[in-house]
């Protein structure tokens, strides 16, 4: 990523924090993207992000942060219905955790989630999901953009049992950008904590942590892979 649209980012999300306008464990919380290209973006109105009818277009670095910034703006839901082979649980979204929260809503809607994997299970610490080996995900990144979200770890959410957090990217970046396409969900009792201030946690669950519990159970191989794929079925904003 050039350091001018990182910088750019990381600037602008710091102007809206402020309220102006426009590894075993921690280093394994990560993914690289691939795949994906980049077009310039399509405005979008109200109507078509409340329905889900958003228009053909791709984001990339240059334009994501004011895509969605917008788009946070036009979202009076919160709320995420996650249905995977294992059964269903809801998270909810944080609101003062804007860009990421628009982000998840924007991909279920997009229905990028629908097909993907829990990928990465680590026994009593996190569930990981958002990826796959399939061809079908790599297209999909590719339709949606290339891009990253800029860190927002300082409004005061911990990782607590149950949190909803953003991977960082590997791909040189020393400013920890998160991937937009994957998040974990935390399962140690009472929490990681020790992922504070690294990552950006932006939302919880709020029903069915039984079966993020069940999913945690399973058997893995190398890399912390299920030797059973559990595939998500289906994103639901509510």
Known sequence: MRQSALATSILFLLLVSCGESPKKEKDKVQENIANTDTVPKTELDSTAIEEGEEESFKLTEENAIEFFFDYSKKLKKDKVKITTTMGSFTVQLYDNVPYHKANFIFLARQKYFDSTQFHRVVKDFIIQGGNSDDRKTARKRGDIGRYLLPPDGNKGHKHHRGTISMPSSERDNPHKLASPYEFFIVVKDPGSYHLDGSYTPFGRVIEGMDVVDAINNVR???????????????????
């Open 220 to 238: 893995v191989g190398d890399g912390d892979w299920p030797w059973q794929n559990i595939y998500i079925l289906k994103a639901e904003v509510l």
